[in-house]
């Protein structure tokens, strides 16, 4: 054998067998270690290698904390060669040893395994051959199921063999291939010539169930022939029939998964999961209730003496121990507050916190996982980061919350590899805690730490916890420290409006951990708010960027709100950001970022309808300033110009330094007849880097009659963002109106140029009728319009920019440069058809939003 494998050298031999030989090996590419399987049996036919190769080749999509990852297939010198991940750590079937697994350790692995199976199979995946050899047990005790695509690729067709045998020898011939290893997992309907389908897995997965709780094999026999007859014939009895300490849940759960009709067996593997970790946890439950018995002989006296000695210690203890004590009474006995809640940033101490964004961004990943728990509700998420340092009672005051979530966060070194988390849960009623925990946890396991203390909480608070399938995955998700961290710090970005600055960082935290749903979901959202809210380039410029970001998250889970969020805004078409978003507020029904994206999807189609989504923000909500920002876009684009007056007002008393109020104003002011002064005075000013806010005050400047200044100012912010067209198309509206009408035009033709390349969906087309509309071009302004009147993907790209520049409120509402052209029969003609199309959609919004 050579010591190289294509870019792979080889260090050692790992085993080998009938399916091959398995090579650890230094990947010289990647500078990484590998295990490759090579396999030479029957692989001389180059026709047969190949198809092999198309077989395995889809199984290098499957990425999976408990799946041995698939790098590459290849073939070299007549063979083939799979390229896997090298899991180090010991083999399922060397641990057990033939002996019985502890019961919670075998539930707990078997979760992890139906988790990777579950994603497998969404992928239409299917292993074929899970075996207790073919699992690895890391050195940190997580499962690892190996080699993936190689029984896809090797094993036979479906349908009978060639010549004259009967079905028994067919049979025979079946299970002499497959030989005494695996012959006890396979499901009855591959030694019978079928297919192994994801059903096949499930009959897998549960004889190594039945493995690890009893130390059994659960078809036994004294040769692998009768081994096979009894996997198609036998009914092993339950587990628990072997070992009496397995309970009857787990009995129940081995015996469906070992159905012999696979109709019978569980169909969905998440569901399998599921069960598993409900009877873990009643596992512990029960192990943490059991208290021992003791008995001895011992004289009246001594009875006597050991009683009074046992009140002594009593009332010591009930005195030294008296705050727990009165938390277990109310936890059992008590009257359970209502589970209405604030939740506080967890508070590091000033020595310890070279990371200031560490104990708020924790403090709201807690908060988004109890909101997901249905009977609780999180008030204030958006202001936990305002709350730091205020008490607790003043804080849940504020949002009308019953309780306060509170806790201390101190590292244990300097690199914060570890940490200590006190937190408690205080009753604002009366000031009492009735509820603390103190956990120590490494950085790779703080997400497991937040679903255990969510799942502490719940039960605290009496409410009907019930673990989903993604609860129990983040029960067992391990992340990368490095990339968690630059994640928080990502949400401070957010949280401060600093979209640009959240996309580095959500950008460097999923190429550390591309597993990390949570930073592959906020780059797609950071994405969306630096080009829509932000205005910094087309949304088209960066949309496929932010779409493959929400598909990596939304693969890895779509049952979270915030990767349907995320799917949703990156939508090409109204209708499939509407299902998505939906869904979001379905899974989190406090979710209020998804309640604004509901709002902006629909803002230009029923301004009614996206006001009501806007005023479900706010109960949640009420210190939101973007909330108060939707809400006067909402009234703004039903023409209510007060309401939205008053709408800027109240977030103006949340946030005064923000430069959107101003900006408002102004956009307001332009739409109402014999526009005025800009409301900001009379030396032109740039209200911060607000694109947006600086594009209306060059209107603003420009209907005043400074038509210098304003082209000073929309000049300075093209150069800023060069991406930005609403800029360019405002530019040479201003410089028409300054009577640099060559000028002016050439900056519109160069829209125009792009725009008539450009696909549907890109978002030239509005900039192109503005363009036009800025120049005096009433044609080709109406031509533009015309064809976002064709297209639902090129209506919603109209709308995918901020609202004091979206177009169709202000081709209504005649707002410069719009004024131009408005009165216009072409323009006019085509906003008619835009208005047609967009009642036409009402009717589409209503039926997808039933319900909301």
Request: proline share 6%; with cysteine.
């Amino acid at each position: 054998m050579s010591d190289r494998i294509a870019h792979y050298n080889i260090l050692s031999t790992i085993g080998a067998g009938a399916m091959g030989t398995v090579y650890r090996a230094r990947d010289t590419v990647h500078g990484r270690t590998v295990a490759i399987r090579v396999i030479t049996d029957g692989m001389d036919d180059p026709a047969r290698r190949a198809r092999a190769l198309d077989l395995i080749r889809p199984c290098t999509a499957l990425t999976h904390q408990h799946v041995a990852s698939l790098f590459e297939a290849g073939e070299e010198r007549r063979s083939i060669y799979l390229v896997y991940e090298f899991v180090p750590g010991e083999r399922l079937n060397a641990a057990l040893a033939g002996q019985p697994m502890n019961i919670r350790r075998a539930l707990d692995l078997t979760a992890q395994m139906a988790d990777a199976l579950a994603d497998a199979h969404a992928l239409g995946l299917v292993h074929g051959s899970i075996t207790a050899s073919n699992v690895m047990v890391t050195p940190k005790g997580h499962a690892k199921i190996l080699d993936f695509g190689l029984f896809a690729g090797l094993s036979e067709p479906a349908g009978d063999h060639q010549g004259t045998a009967d079905a028994a020898d067919r049979q025979a011939a079946r299970v002499e291939a497959l030989g005494r290893s695996r012959v006890g997992y396979a499901a009855p309907e591959q030694l019978l010539g079928q297919r192994a389908d994801q059903r096949s897995d499930v009959f897998a997965l549960g004889t190594l169930l039945y493995e690890m709780v009893t130390g059994k094999h659960a078809f036994a026999g004294r040769t692998h022939l009768d081994v096979g007859v009894n996997v198609i014939r036998a009914q092993p009895a339950a587990p628990g029939a072997h070992n009496p300490d397995v309970p009857r849940a787990v009995d129940r759960i081995v015996m469906r998964a070992m159905a012999k009709n696979p109709l019978e067996r569980y169909q969905d593997a998440v569901v399998m999961a599921a069960q598993l970790r409900q009877a873990a946890a009643d596992v512990q439950g029960q192990t943490a209730a059991r208290e021992p018995e003791y008995r001895s002989r011992t004289s009246p006296l001594r009875l006597a003496l050991l009683g009074a000695l046992l009140v002594a210690v009593g009332a010591l203890a009930a005195w030294q121990w008296r705050d727990p004590l009165r938390q277990a009474w109310e936890a059992r006995l008590g009257t359970p507050p209502d589970p209405v809640l604030v939740v506080l940033p967890y508070y590091v101490p000033p020595e310890d916190n070279p990371r200031p964004y560490y104990g708020a961004g924790l403090s709201e990943e807690l908060a988004q996982r109890l909101a997901r728990v249905p009977g609780i509700k999180v008030l204030g998420q958006s202001s936990i980061r305002a709350s730091a340092g205020r008490p607790p009672q003043a804080a849940a005051a504020d949002v009308g919350a019953k309780l306060a979530l509170t806790g201390t966060l101190t590292p244990a070194d300097d690199d914060w590899t570890s940490m200590t988390l006190e937190t408690r849960l205080t009753d604002t009623r009366d000031g009492r805690v009735i509820w603390s925990g103190s956990h120590r946890s490494t950085a790779q396991d703080l997400v497991a730490l937040q679903a255990g203390l969510t799942r502490e909480i719940a039960t605290r608070l009496r409410v009907d916890y019930k673990p989903t399938a993604e609860q129990g995955r983040s029960a067992l998700r391990l992340v990368n420290p490095s990339a968690y961290d630059r994640y928080l710090e990502a949400r401070e970005a957010m949280a401060s409006y600093d979209a640009g600055r959240a996309v580095q960082l959500f950008e460097a935290a999923a190429r550390e951990d591309p597993s990390l749903i949570e930073a592959q979901a906020g780059l797609a959202e950071a994405l969306y708010a630096q080009s829509v809210f932000e205005q910094r380039e087309p949304f088209g410029g960066v949309r496929a960027r932010a779409r493959r970001a929400a598909e990596a998250a939304f693969a890895a889970d779509p049952d979270l709100a915030i990767t349907r969020l995320a799917m949703g805004l990156t939508a090409s078409s109204t209708p499939e950001a509407l299902q998505h978003l939906k869904r979001a507020i379905e899974i989190e029904p406090a979710f209020w970022r998804g309640h604004l994206a509901l709002a902006d999807a629909v803002r230009p189609i029923d301004p009614g309808r996206a006001a009501g989504f806007v005023q479900r923000a706010l109960e949640l909500e009420p210190a939101q300033p973007l909330v108060f920002f939707q809400l006067a876009a909402a009234n703004l684009a039903a023409g209510s110009l007060d309401a939205a007056l008053l709408a800027v007002g109240r977030g103006r008393s949340l946030a005064p330094s923000l430069p959107w109020w101003d900006a408002f104003r102004d956009r307001i002011a332009l739409a109402r007849p014999g526009a005025a002064e800009p409301s900001a005075g009379a030396e032109p000013r740039e209200a911060g880097d607000f694109p947006p806010g600086i594009i209306v005050r060059a209107a603003a400047l420009g209907v005043a009659g400074r038509a210098a200044d304003a082209a000073a100012l929309a000049a300075t912010l093209v150069r800023r963002h060069p991406g930005s067209c609403e800029a360019r198309a405002m530019l040479a509206a201003v410089l028409v109106e300054g009577e640099r009408a060559a000028e002016g035009a050439r900056a519109a033709a160069d829209i125009a140029a792009r725009a008539a390349g450009a696909p549907d969906g890109s978002g030239w087309a509005g900039c192109a009728a503005m363009a036009a509309a800025a120049v005096n071009d009433p044609v080709r302004a109406a031509a533009a319009l015309r064809r976002i009147a064709s297209s639902d993907a090129e209506r919603r790209a109209w709308s995918l920019v901020n609202p004091l520049s979206e177009g169709y409120a202000a081709l209504k509402q005649s707002v410069f440069p719009w004024s131009n052209v408005a009165s216009a029969p072409a323009v006019i003609d085509a906003l008619a058809q835009i208005e047609a199309a967009h009642s036409a959609m009402r009717a589409d919004v209503a039926k997808i939003l039933q319900g909301t």
